[in-house]
């Protein structure tokens, strides 16, 4: 599977944006998905995931109550809605999908698949 992230930019403190993922080739509904980050010199870090059909997401601690994953299967995209952002959230923001049929994770080890990133810049 193939995915293509977009939406980020720069937004000031305590403003929202909404990234996207949207993914080709086989079914997406056979794919849970997660979402990453990567802040500069830093360690990649867990966002969230959400399970095959969306009725289960969880998320990283530092993004709690700020930030939501959904996903629309008919249309192949699933979306991370940062709200109340700050500027330690700035990072490069990354979708992952497991293998098919595999359960998301915390670990970024256990995917497989990858978009190429989108920057996101929080100015304070």
């Known amino acids: 599977v193939q995915l293509v992230e977009s939406g980020g930019g720069l937004v000031q403190a305590g403003g929202s944006l909404r990234l996207s993922c949207a993914a080709s080739g086989r079914t997406f509904s056979t794919y849970a998905m997660g979402w990453f980050r990567q802040a500069l010199g830093k360690e990649r870090e867990f966002v969230g995931a959400i399970s095959r059909f969306g009725d289960y997401t969880y998320y990283g601690d530092s993004v709690k109550g700020r930030f939501t994953i959904s996903r629309d299967n008919t249309r192949s995209t699933v979306y991370l809605q940062m709200n109340s952002l700050k500027p330690e959230d700035t990072a490069v923001y990354y979708c992952?999908?497991?293998?098919?049929?595999?359960?998301?994770?915390?670990?970024?080890?256990?995917?497989?698949?990858w978009g190429q990133g989108t920057q996101v810049t929080v100015s304070s």
């Open positions: 992952a999908a497991p293998g098919q049929y595999k359960s998301g994770s915390s670990s970024e080890a256990l995917y497989d698949y």
